[in-house]
């Protein structure tokens, strides 16, 4: 088990540095929400930046398979059947925000020069473009109930496993509630929607990497599962 727990903290750290740049650092430089004209000149003159953010999204959705993996091999003993949920959950939101990523990369083709393209005017474009990337903006918060879910499982699992600390199982499951919450303001009260809401998540990334990367994981005889 210690080789699986050590793997998912090199995942974890993957992730969260995909994650970082391809949904926050990347989007953050190149869109404007209110300016359609801005944001295709952002994505003409930084075409590599823009590339760059959906390959490190790459990286970290190729590491959220691997973690839906790890983290079922881990919980698996405490309850094989919430672990597999949480996997599904997993696994499912990485497929939604997979789909969504495609508004993201639509958005650059919409704005190149091919001939099929000019019957559009370049502001109905850019328009386009600037609405691809907000389709792609509607898909992540669709992902974040499904990804909450399944951090919120995961927390349970770790509380009550016994070979991981509590306190972990706990920075997860606030972790899960927060990516619950906050999806649900999106859509139904956008004002209260607060960023603050994903601290916790990236604060439970931060301590589960080290943990895993540093203490493993340990099962009590009792807990092995016998064919591993």
Not at 11 to 33: H, T
Request: positive net charge; contains cysteine.
């Amino acid at each position: 088990m210690a080789r699986y727990a050590r793997l998912a903290g090199v995942l974890f750290l993957l992730s969260m540095i995909g994650g970082g740049i391809g949904e926050a650092y990347v989007p953050g430089k190149l869109i404007v929400a209110s300016d359609a004209a801005l944001t295709a000149a952002n994505l003409k003159s930084s075409d590599f930046l823009f590339r760059f953010g959906f390959a490190a999204y790459l990286i970290e959705a190729i590491c959220d398979i691997g973690l839906a993996w790890a983290f079922y091999v881990l919980l698996r003993p405490v309850h094989r059947e919430l672990a597999l949920l949480a996997a599904f959950f997993g696994l499912v939101s990485t497929a939604v925000f997979g789909f969504a990523e495609l508004f993201y990369l639509a958005s650059s083709q919409l704005l190149s020069d091919a001939g099929y393209l000019q019957s559009f005017s370049v502001d109905q474009r850019n328009t386009l473009a600037l609405l691809s990337l907000k389709t792609y903006n509607l898909g992540a918060a669709a992902f974040m109930a499904l990804y909450g879910i399944a951090t919120l499982l995961r927390g349970y699992l770790i509380f009550r496993s016994g070979y991981l600390p509590k306190f972990l199982g706990v920075l997860f499951a606030i972790a899960g509630f927060g990516f619950i919450a906050r999806n649900f303001l999106l859509l139904l009260a956008p004002q209260y929607g607060s960023p603050f809401f994903l601290l916790p998540m990236f604060l439970a990334g931060i301590v589960a990497t080290v943990w895993f990367l540093a203490k493993g994981v340990s099962l009590p005889s009792a807990a092995r599962d016998p064919r591993h």
